[in-house]
């Protein structure tokens, strides 16, 4: 295959989902062709990019995907059931598509001799360490089903590299934000539910006492993240925090949304902070953070005309 930019093939399962498609976006504009693999379980027609290939499949069903990964170059591999609540509720379902369904993906990757696959990791599998910031070289102590299960996916990633030479890295992503996240179903996130709250007049709600952190990372800085691991120099299966590098408390975001706040209990298998290390990103990938999280969220805020 030549590796021109204007005849590489990139395929993103999860192509129609929230970073995925703001991914899939990103590549047309880099000249590549893209072909995305989706079953629509949370992904949204509506975000399909009319220039891509569409391969509707179910990454569970490992037959059922090969053919998507004939001539592609570089694997995004995006699609998963996120969230940590619905994994509590549904560990089974949830195992299915965010382990076996990576252990498909790599499978039909090596079948097909893709050059390379950059795993959406997660940055829930470090749980609650004894110092911030989290660094990849910790232990990781996944604290419920869903960080254990991207944990699982980030094990066989690097297996397939050492055991097969497949080129492979995984991207831990803190806390991804930005247009197209959801704002309904089970795979909101607290800033989507603190939206939708405030444009419905009813209070923000707050799992415990709202002190806890998050490292709140923008889907753009996600996306050119992913757009330099498609050709680093170094794909040895090894995991990279992409993250703002910076924390900020929930009560904080309920500050700049803004309306009244509800305290409720805290949440079960919630880690109580996270913010990255990410000098290996720089590192590796020549990657920095370019959004601020106030700027990001104040961008929201007006897209859902909130301002």
């Not at 379902?93 to 076996?100: D, I, L, Q, S």
């Not at 996130?189 to 415990?208: C, D, N, Y």
């Not at 990255?276 to 859902?304: C, H, M, Q, Y």
Request: glycine letters at 8%; one cysteine or more.
């Amino acid at each position: 295959m030549s590796s021109s930019s204007s005849t590489r093939l990139a395929l993103v399962t999860g192509g129609a989902g929230f970073i995925g498609s703001t991914l899939t976006n990103a590549l047309f504009d880099r000249g590549l062709r893209v072909r995305i693999l989706d079953n629509f379980a949370t992904g949204e027609r509506a975000q399909v990019d009319s220039r891509a290939e569409l391969y509707e499949a179910d990454i569970r069903d490992l037959e059922s995907i090969r053919s998507a990964f004939a001539g592609v170059d570089c694997v995004f591999h995006v699609a998963a059931l996120p969230r940590v609540p619905l994994s509590i509720e549904k560990p089974v379902e949830t195992h299915m598509v965010n382990v076996v369904g990576t252990l498909n993906v790599l499978i039909a990757a090596r079948d097909a001799s893709v050059r390379r696959v950059i795993y959406s990791g997660s940055s829930s599998a470090y749980g609650n360490q004894p110092h911030l910031p989290l660094r990849e070289d910790m232990t990781p102590n996944p604290l419920n089903p869903y960080a254990l299960q991207k944990l699982t996916g980030e094990y066989y990633t690097r297996l397939f590299h050492r055991l097969f030479g497949l080129q492979t890295l995984t991207l831990r992503y803190f806390n991804v934000f930005g247009p197209r996240m959801a704002d309904v179903g089970a795979y909101v996130t607290v800033i989507s539910v603190f939206l939708r709250a405030r444009r419905e007049g009813k209070p923000l709600t707050i799992h415990g006492d709202g002190e806890q952190t998050r490292d709140f990372t923008h889907v753009r800085d996600v996306v050119r993240a992913n757009l330099l691991a498609m050709d680093c120099e170094t794909a040895d299966g090894r995991a990279i925090n992409i993250g703002n590098g910076r924390n900020v408390s929930i009560n904080r975001v309920a500050q700049l949304i803004g309306g009244p706040v509800v305290n409720l209990p805290p949440r079960p298998g919630d880690a109580r902070d996270t913010l990255a290390d990410n000098s290996e990103a720089l590192r590796t990938l020549g990657w920095k953070p370019e959004v601020r999280f106030e700027d990001g969220l104040a961008e929201l805020i007006r897209l859902r005309g909130l301002s």
